[in-house]
């Protein structure tokens, strides 16, 4: 695969510029992740929440399907932002059922996961470390 650079402040923008768009009118916890595919494109992703609590669906995971949807094929790299109402007061992990759909499209060991509080301010660690011992399309 060829490699792709990653400007980890243009994806941590991305995401933060897109944070306005989450809908969580149930819990008032927002949150934005865009998504570097190796095409060198960047996806965005909120969390868009629903009067019937299970169908809400998390921004990681919208990233991910509109990238896969638009033809895309492999994770680069995620950027993650989110908090109450809103406000990035701290680095905002993504849950587990995230990190298995993300494991579907990445080599584990070289994914980088970025949780951000600013494009300056952020965690990275690669998905192998998320998600040890993952099962992934090559277990089957
Ligand atoms: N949420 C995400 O969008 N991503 C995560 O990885 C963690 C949780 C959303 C789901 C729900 O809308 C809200 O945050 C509170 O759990």
Known sequence: MKNIEIDKAALIRAAIDNLPNSYAPYSSFNVSAAVLMNSG???????????????????ERNAISHAIGCGEKRIVAIAI????????????????????????????????????????????????ELLPESFGPENL
Request: proline share 7%; aromatic share 8%; with cysteine.
């Open 81 to 128: 932002v989110g908090g109450a109402n809103g406000e990035i007061q701290d680095y905002c992990p993504p849950c587990g059922i995230c990190r298995q759909v993300m494991r579907e499209f990445c080599d584990p060991e070289e994914m980088i996961v970025i949780m951000a509080k600013s494009p300056e301010d952020y965690k990275e660690m690669t998905l192998e």
């Open 41 to 59: 494109k960047i996806y965005t992703g909120v969390n868009v929440e629903n009067a019937s609590y299970p169908a809400g669906i998390c921004a």
